[in-house]
């Protein structure tokens, strides 16, 4: 099987988007499927437009079967402070079921690492919920270490980060 990644280019961003849409619902049935989120709405801007925002795809036979991005951190969370250091958000890491457990993951995220080092980003944060399976595990893996988890009874919403 021939995986290829790559960055993003604009003649794939429709299908990449349909594809973290179709992902998400899936693993997120709870949110409104119907709502595009805006760092998708704006892909190009956000991924493609400026050195700050990375997304990269997996294809197998010329179908997305994952993806990844990262884009700045927004400081959204006021726990978390990341002021004075250039700080990305992971984000929309999803792979198809048939591929997981093969280590795409693992080769998307070093990927988008590289990405990050050649740009000189610091610290990479990111949020994941325990009811994904393997989800927290997997980002110890990588480096990552859990800094806050929120009291929340649904989402429990951990919050990692891996300092460069």
């Known amino acids: 099987m021939n995986i290829i990644l790559t960055e993003v280019q604009p003649a794939d961003i429709r299908e990449t988007i349909d594809f973290v849409m179709r992902s998400r619902a899936e693993i997120f049935p709870m949110l409104d499927a119907t709502v595009v989120p805006a760092d998708l709405a704006n892909f190009e801007q956000v991924y493609l437009g400026a050195e700050t925002g990375k997304f990269l795809i997996a294809r197998c036979e010329g179908e997305i079967i994952a993806a990844i991005g990262y884009l700045p951190y927004d400081h959204r969370f006021p726990q978390l402070d990341y002021s004075g250091r250039r700080t990305v958000e992971i984000v ?51 480096g ?16 990692m980060q891996c300092v460069r």
């Open 92 to 142: 929309r890491l999803f792979v198809c079921h048939e591929f997981r457990g093969a280590g795409l993951a693992g080769r998307l995220y070093e990927a988008l690492k590289a990405q990050a080092d050649a740009h000189g980003v610091e610290v990479l944060y990111l949020h994941t919920h325990p009811f994904l399976p393997g989800a927290i595990r997997f980002w110890e893996k990588q």
């Open 144 to 159: 990552f270490v859990t800094v806050d988890v929120e009291d929340d009874p649904v989402w429990q919403t951990t919050h």
